[in-house]
């Protein structure tokens, strides 16, 4: 099993003057992403969402508008579970921690992670693997042959956390022509229950959160799931 990529997403109050803070973005998000920001072309009136500021480095890409500020990086191919877990931690609290140097923590509405988890079967085509899926978790009985099937859950944490996991099946082939499938799962985490829910909302608890009920999918919730198929 690995992880493929992450996007993580910091929301702010909206900040009208985030257009005059280029010094303050460099010097907090390129701890996260070594490179200098590009603005963007855009007018004031502009949609508040649209990035402002944009860094890049390789495969790692953040973008700060008015009112957030994100972030995603397609992990290096090849490398340990547990490194890639790390790279998944280590730009969440870079990204949340340069949005709350950049608006202060009381401007912090919420925060959200978004890590894809594949499992790899060599040789594998899409409709056993969905099939496969399909047995494991549908309870109904197949109307025809299985082409397509995916699944989506969605829960809300003890801890107030919005979780949502969304598996299915990939096909494809490799630059010499090789088959290979597997399965695909995206783990969707946010802190925006807490935030609503919460008196005095704590962004510093949402992320340790955040980080707790990561760690718990990619240590055995994930795989649990892929051994059931």
């Keep these: 099993m690995i992880i493929s990529d992450v996007m993580v997403v910091v929301s702010f ?3 009208n003057f985030i257009g005059l803070k280029k010094q303050k973005i460099d010097q907090y998000f390129g701890r996260v992403v070594p490179k200098p920001s590009v603005a963007a072309d855009l007018a004031d009136s502009a949609d508040a969402a649209l990035p402002r500021f944009t860094i890049k480095d390789g495969a790692a890409a953040i973008g700060v508008s008015q009112v957030s500020a994100h972030l995603f990086a397609a ?3 090849g490398i340990e579970f547990k490194t890639a877990q790390d ?3 280590k730009y969440l609290e870079g990204l949340y921690a340069a949005a709350a140097e950049l608006q202060g923590k009381q401007n912090i509405l919420n925060t959200g992670l978004i890590a894809t988890f594949i499992k790899e079967i060599p040789g594998a085509r899409y409709d056993g693997l969905c099939s496969s899926l399909f047995k494991a978790y549908s309870s109904m009985e197949p109307l025809g042959d299985i082409l397509n099937y995916t699944f989506r859950s969605a829960f809300k944490t003890r801890d107030n956390l ?3 996991l969304d598996a299915g099946a990939y096909e494809r082939k490799d630059e010499k ?3 290979s499938g597997g399965y695909i799962l995206k783990a969707d985490i946010n802190d925006k229950p807490a935030s609503v829910l919460s008196a005095g909302y704590d962004a510093d608890a949402g992320i340790a959160s955040i980080k ?3 760690i718990s999918l990619a240590e055995g919730v994930v795989e649990n799931i892929f051994k059931k198929i």
């Design 212 to 214: 707790k009920a990561f």
């Design 13 to 15: 109050r909206q900040d």
């Design 87 to 89: 790279s998944v931690l």
């Design 75 to 77: 992990l290096a191919k």
């Design 162 to 164: 919005f979780l949502g």
């Design 177 to 179: 022509g090789a088959l």
